[in-house]
């Protein structure tokens, strides 16, 4: 089983940015927690981040006839993008949204969500505990389990 896992704008910067929001891990502990735990399930991971819309998007329809599932955390673009939303519905690859913290409880424009609509599920404001949940999720979906 082949996960592709997406990552949006900024994420790049953890550690750095806003700890008291994000964790105070870095990508690099982010990417090792999802390795991690996708070897012990015996699933093949293929971790990507991009700060770019277009990007995201390309990386996202590589997906087509290659990936079992994708993961994603889009980020900001989670507001913003219908261009990520229109790349999900037409890959018809089952997806699960991921964010670290939880919009739902932060500022207003943060509630706006187009990427949901095109994903089976949404794991907020676990930090990257939600990328494992998401993993566990998505390969008992893929696996009839769900």
Do not use: W
């Not at 735990?37 to 590589?62: C, P, R, T, W």
């Amino acid at each position: 089983m082949k996960i592709l896992v997406i990552n949006g704008p900024n994420l790049n910067m953890l550690g750095i940015r806003q700890p008291e929001i994000y964790g105070s891990g870095s990508y690099k502990d982010l990417c090792d927690t999802v390795n991690k735990h996708a070897l012990s399930k015996g699933v093949d991971v293929e971790i990507y981040q991009s700060n770019f819309e277009g990007e995201i998007v390309e990386k996202i329809q590589s997906a087509y006839n290659t990936a079992d599932g994708i993961i994603i955390n889009p980020a900001a673009y989670t507001h913003t993008s219908v261009a990520i939303l229109d790349a999900l519905l037409a890959v018809k690859v089952p997806a699960v949204e991921v964010h670290l913290s939880d919009p739902e409880r932060r500022e207003a424009f943060r509630r706006i969500n187009y990427v949901k609509n095109a994903c089976i599920k949404s794991v907020c404001g676990k930090g990257t505990d939600g990328y494992k949940e998401a993993l566990d999720f998505l390969t008992d979906y893929i696996e009839g389990k769900r």
